[in-house]
């Protein structure tokens, strides 16, 4: 796992961000070596998921994008984990999920209230691990999912991903603020081991 550490400007759309641009690219670019997929055609293109999506489009791409928050135009207009059950159907498949979600609860809480939602008890004790479960189900294997948050824990091993690189963003000229850290998972094939503790 490589691990890199950068000091930049991080703001409310970390996309916009150019190290995450590259970093972005780095990975489409790894999605359509393996799938030989480096002339695309509009059959061919790659799929991304992003159930926080804001006004965030990435060109050359089909994305399903998700805000709750309907001033953004997005495909959809759902609670996250409403839209991770909804795409389980068993026929979406997608080759990378960019999963930037609120970091925190009073983040979460801003963003809820500011719409008018109350915030569940439920949501408090795991904001999006539904969504996660969800998701996890329609990446494909050897996909990738771009995590972002004050900490590393993505997706985890337990839905069947390994760490492939994490981003520290520290942010520039605010040295009492949190970094961002960027964490790239890869779908795994799952072996019999996997479903056993160790004794």
């Given at each position: 796992?490589?691990?890199?550490?950068?000091?930049?400007?991080?703001?409310?759309?970390?996309?916009?961000?150019?190290?995450?641009?590259?970093?972005?690219?780095?990975?489409?670019?790894?999605?359509?070596?393996?799938?030989?997929?480096?002339?695309?055609?509009?059959?061919?293109?790659?799929?991304?998921?992003?159930?926080?999506?804001?006004?965030?489009?990435?060109?050359?791409?089909?994305?399903?994008?998700?805000?709750?928050?309907?001033?953004?135009?997005?495909?959809?207009?759902?609670?996250?984990?409403?839209?991770?059950?909804?795409?389980?159907?068993?026929?979406?498949?997608?080759?990378?999920?960019?999963?930037?979600?609120?970091?925190?609860?009073?983040?979460?809480?801003?963003?809820y209230d500011g719409?008018?939602?109350?915030?569940?008890?439920?949501?408090?004790?795991?904001?999006?691990?539904?969504?996660?479960?969800?998701?996890?189900?329609?990446?494909?294997?050897?996909?990738?999912?771009?995590?972002f948050g004050y900490?590393?824990?993505?997706?985890?091993?337990?839905?069947?991903?390994?760490?492939?690189?994490?981003?520290?963003?520290?942010?520039?000229?605010?040295?009492?603020?949190?970094?961002?850290?960027?964490?790239?998972?890869?779908?795994?094939?799952?072996?019999?081991?996997?479903?056993?503790?160790?004794?």
């Amino acid at each position: 796992m490589k691990i890199n550490h950068i000091i930049t400007n991080v703001t409310s759309c970390p996309f916009s961000n150019r190290h995450v641009q590259l970093l972005f690219e780095k990975y489409i670019h790894k999605i359509c070596e393996q799938d030989n997929r480096t002339g695309l055609n509009l059959d061919q293109k790659v799929r991304i998921v992003d159930p926080f999506a804001r006004e965030y489009r990435q060109r050359g791409c089909v994305t399903i994008s998700n805000d709750l928050n309907p001033i953004f135009d997005t495909t959809f207009n759902m609670e996250a984990n409403d839209f991770g059950e909804y795409l389980n159907d068993g026929k979406t498949q997608c080759d990378l999920i960019l999963f930037d979600p609120p970091y925190t609860l009073r983040m979460l809480k801003e963003h809820y209230d500011g719409i008018g939602k109350d915030l569940k008890l439920w949501q408090t004790n795991n904001m999006w691990g539904r969504c996660k479960d969800n998701l996890a189900h329609i990446i494909r294997i050897g996909g990738y999912v771009i995590s972002f948050g004050y900490h590393s824990h993505g997706f985890g091993k337990h839905r069947g991903f390994e760490k492939r690189e994490i981003l520290i963003m520290e942010q520039g000229g605010s040295p009492d603020r949190y970094d961002v850290l960027v964490t790239v998972e890869q779908k795994m094939q799952l072996g019999l081991s996997d479903f056993f503790e160790d004794e």
